[in-house]
């Protein structure tokens, strides 16, 4: 069982900063790509921003030279970096990794963490 645990949500002015930090664990294989998304209220789920094994990245325009996402490899860990937050940008987060618990699998599964809220407001 794989479980995807996130932190460091919250609520933060606009123009401030905020990390968020999530960790897999369990029955791990190998992680391919890890990402956080965001929900709105109202709006559908989004990708924020992605990463894979090798640290090539990929970011949503809408956040391009605001955020930063990174990757510990050996502790199956992926991070976002938020600067300069908007309203927004308030949403919950939820990461993402795409990864095989198994030598045996025959292709990768998609897991999701719990998602953790962030709020930026005055």
């Known amino acids: 069982q794989v479980q995807l645990v996130e932190s460091g949500g919250g609520l933060v002015q606009p123009g401030g900063s905020l990390r968020l930090s999530c960790a897999a664990s369990?029955?791990?294989?190998?992680?391919?790509?890890m990402g956080w998304y965001r929900q709105a209220p109202g709006k559908q789920r989004e990708l924020v921003a992605s990463i894979i094994s090798s640290g090539s990245t990929n970011y949503a325009d809408s956040v391009k030279g605001r955020f930063t996402i990174t990757r510990d490899n050996a502790k199956n860990t992926v991070y976002l970096q938020m600067n300069s937050l908007k309203p927004e940008d308030t949403a919950v987060y939820y990461c993402?990794?795409?990864?095989?618990?198994?030598?045996?699998?025959?292709?990768?599964?998609?897991?999701w963490g719990q998602g953790t809220q962030v709020t930026v407001s005055s």
């Open positions: 993402n990794a795409l990864l095989k618990d198994s030598i045996a699998n025959t292709h990768p599964y998609n897991y």
């Open positions: 369990g029955s791990i294989f190998v992680i391919y790509v």
